[in-house]
């Protein structure tokens, strides 16, 4: 009886109703992961998503796990960042879906400024973040003045933009490929400086990124909820006429807003782009999916900032463990894009799972108050 | 001239399609995010039909089955927003993107798998339907499909349906005031059903016209290059109204077959402006339109807010 009076409280509270929640739909996500294995071949379906989930862990030696382990870091410092993005602008009621977009114009703008500029890479990186609130401000005008649905908007400024930069980028890229230079090639200076933190994890392209986007995502953890303009802004977000009522700016909110939320999305394209980690391939056809899959690491932490640096971190991890899938000939790496958007969708069930545990609770309350 | 009018069709009919769709589902207070994620599992019954069915089908029989399949895949798939968004009132923005991002991923799983099952060097995510294709070409050698006249009857019929008959005056009661329609005994859990499965139908045809227009080989992986949400800012455009909707497709597929070939117009090729310009020229032109007609927006009242009886 003891137990059981202690443990109520705890499921009671938000956070760990949330947190079961955001178990739940992993759980989910990644059995049907495994039902569209079994499917496809059974035979080799257990060990695939257990090298899904293992990523790293599956090299035997130190120093590889140690490299692989960096790799997966180095991609989830923009995944942060993205979803930090998007779940800045919903808190003020916005579904920020042009984080991909913006994401976008923050790698030509870097990019740009580090190949063919040839600027340092502080100044790299405030010109993504300026491109991308630039494109967020965009979207917020329009949605503040002229009453266009964010959404839309955002998707039209998605495709423009990545037009838009592969253009751009076409005067910076190797004469033979579709790639843009390498950094380390042009101009060191652009870097993003590593303190040590390359030999540390064995792996060059570990740079200050990872430990800059928690930063900044403490920092945007302070701002929504211990200062003045986070509590306009969620006001906002809650009622937007109760808070124009009350004096707040709704219209000068929502341009910021989706300033800032660019602003961020353009910072993460930094932090991949910067680290040399990856280039910029000036024919690709689509959207690269770094912004979707914000949105899905936003909702799976509970669209908490601190939650969303496990969340992204998980879905970089069964992302990269999904990359090896190639090599076994039989599946394909798009089974972790499978698995993330299954778990997105689950996202979309996560007040029914916590009505429905509630009313459990209720439930159970109700009997042991009578006997 | 004859190569911009005939792609400027196909476009037209895939945007009409799909934002009728939209309308649809809109109507009976549904926001379908998801449109993108429908066509390509639209397209994807399509395409395996067309694949499948033997080489001697006669070619009445393969465009009505793989019609019929498209519609069919499509319907199936935006069950999962019907039932996400009414019965567990679940965010629709939310659902329609995870929607979105599981069509393309999904479909380029279960198009490798079967590639690689059939040969395990192939593991590309492309369908080829060539000889499939030449059924639904009117005359040989052109671009006219049956699709643009199955497009134009399905516009008359959405038309008489919304506004002529009792089914779409009820529909879209329940996308304007779902309280005031349940009062007077309409269901509107089934109304939403309903509107969001044609939807479903619309959008996966939509699906199929788009991978077959002037190709004959469809790469999963690319998905359907955002048509769904183009479809949306048609939808917008055209005031959730068919009528409009037609008028607005039509010149949204104008700007969208330029990029295709406006190499053959001398007066075009003349201003030397690059490719992505003509990329990029659907979209600009969809916000600006935006921009200067959402202001007093036609949408229904009660999109987007699930319906819940005991609410007031």
Known sequence: MQTSKSREPLLRRPAVQTLLASLLCVLLGLLVGYIALIIINPKGATSAITDVLKNFWTYSKVDKQLKHFGSTLITTAPLLMCALSVLFAYKVGLFNIGAAGQYVAGAGACLYCALALKLPWFVCLLAAVAAGAILGSISGFLKAYRNVNEVISCIMLNWISLYLVNTLLSGVKNPTGKDTFTIASQNTGAMLPTLGLDSLLNNKNVTIAIPLSILVCVFIWVLLSKTRLGYELRATGLNKNAAKYCGMRDRYNIILTMAIAGGLAGFGAAMLYLSDFEQWAVTQASVPAMGFNGIAAAFLGGLNPIGAIFSSYFIQHITRGGAALTSTGVYSSQTSDLITSVIIYMCGFVLFMKQTLNRWLDSRAQKGGKS | ?312
């Open chain 2, 1 to 312: 001239m004859l190569l911009l009018i005939q792609y400027t069709l196909i476009f037209t009919s895939v945007l009409m399609l799909v934002a009728l769709g939209g309308c649809f589902s809109e109507h009976s207070g549904v926001i379908n995010i998801g449109l993108e994620g429908i066509m390509v599992f639209g397209a994807l019954g399509g395409a395996l039909v067309m694949r499948y069915l033997p080489a001697g089908t006669p070619a009445f029989v393969m465009v009505v089955v793989s019609i019929i399949a498209a519609m069919c895949v499509g319907i199936l798939y935006s069950l999962l927003l019907a039932v996400a968004a009414i019965n567990f009132k679940a965010d629709q923005t939310l659902v329609g993107t995870a929607m979105n991002l599981l069509g393309t991923a999904a479909a380029t799983v279960i198009v490798k798998a079967i590639n690689t099952a059939a040969d395990s060097s192939n593991p590309s995510s492309e369908i080829m339907y060539i000889e499939a294709k030449k059924s639904f070409i009117i005359s040989e050698g052109t671009e006219f499909s049956w699709f643009m006249i199955l497009a134009l009857i399905l516009l008359i019929a959405s038309y008489i349906i919304l506004y002529k008959t009792k089914f779409g005056l009820r529909l879209m009661a329940c996308g304007e005031h779902p309280q005031a329609a349940d009062s007077v005994g309409i269901n509107v859990y089934r109304m939403r059903y309903a509107g969001v499965m044609i939807s479903g139908l619309l959008g996966g045809l939509g699906g199929l016209v788009y991978i077959t227009a002037g190709v004959s080989a469809w790469k999963f992986e690319n998905g359907v290059a955002g048509f769904g949400f183009l479809a949306l800012a048609v939808m917008i455009f055209g005031s959730w109204k068919p009528q409009r909707i037609a008028l607005a497709a039509l010149l949204f597929g104008l700007f969208r077959s330029l990029s295709n070939v406006y190499t053959g117009f001398d007066l075009l090729k003349n201003l030397n402006l690059p490719s992505t310009v003509y990329n990029m020229l659907p979209y600009i032109i969809s916000l600006v339109v935006l921009a200067f007609l959402s202001k007093n927006s036609a949408a229904p009242k009660a999109e987007g807010i699930p319906y819940d009886k005991g609410s007031r």
